[in-house]
């Protein structure tokens, strides 16, 4: 089945800085990746997601590349914001918005 | 829109009692739903999927005797922690897939003492 691995665990940036997290996954027929922001206590909420006929997608300070032949995709905040701190975790799945798989999480901690 | 609700956001209940979860999509109709269990500083992990008049799908696993899942409905599915014990304490969450994406509630804190 389809395993994701999520890079790094915990990142800590200085405020305005960039932020880039890196998933890699296992099965080459996943076709959506979604990246969730969990805060805590609380349910992941959906950020920003791509799906496998597009290469990169962009909402404000964040973007989503994906690179279909290294089976791979990274998510990166620009202008990073202390309310950016939060957990995130990337997603892949063969079924569109169904049965996702999670990678482990990254702990990104924006310092002011 | 697309919002996803749950309820209790957190319940404490003694071992070997019965705990019912809900989970509502509150301005659209989900025939799929999902229970993810979730421990701390951990990812989430899928227990199974809901769907609408059917049975529930587990994974790999999960006793499906132990969580019950019932969606009675396009927009309320339940999970049920049968004969709870300290193990069972974790973070549940339901999702639904709604417009290809899919939305996560808010989360269900259960502590089994």
């Known amino acids: 089945g389809e395993n994701v691995e999520q890079h790094p665990s915990t990142l800590s940036v200085q405020e305005g800085d960039s932020a880039v997290i890196k998933c890699t996954y296992s099965?080459?027929?996943?076709?959506?990746f979604p990246w969730y922001k969990q805060e805590l206590g609380k349910g992941p909420q959906l950020i920003i997601d791509?799906?496998?006929?597009?290469g990169e997608k962009k909402d404000q300070r964040i973007a989503v590349t994906l690179n279909k032949t290294a089976k791979h995709f990274s998510l990166h905040i620009t202008e990073t914001q202390p309310e950016d701190s939060a957990v995130y975790f990337c997603?892949?799945?063969?079924?569109?918005?169904?049965?996702?798989?999670f990678g482990q999480g990254t702990r990104l901690t924006i310092n002011p | 829109g697309a919002v996803v609700s749950q309820h209790p956001s957190w319940v404490i209940c003694k071992s070997g009692t019965s705990v019912k979860i809900e989970c509502r999509s509150l301005?659209?109709?989900?025939?799929?739903m999902f229970w993810y269990r979730q421990f701390p500083k951990q990812s989430l992990m899928l227990m199974a999927t809901?769907?609408?008049?059917?049975?529930?799908?587990?994974e790999q696993g999960v006793e499906k005797d132990k969580f019950l899942i019932n969606h009675a409905s396009l927009t309320l599915s339940t999970l049920t922690v049968t004969s709870a014990h300290p193990e069972d304490s974790s973070f549940y969450i339901c999702?639904?897939?709604?417009?290809?994406?899919?939305?996560f509630g808010p989360g269900t804190r259960l502590t089994v003492t």
């Open positions: 791509i799906r496998s006929n597009v």
């Open positions: 809901s769907n609408e008049g059917s049975k529930a799908t587990y």
């Open positions: 099965d080459s027929a996943s076709n959506y």
């Open positions: 997603a892949a799945s063969i079924q569109g918005a169904q049965k996702l798989v």
């Open positions: 301005d659209f109709q989900a025939t799929t």
């Open positions: 999702s639904a897939a709604f417009a290809y994406e899919q939305y």
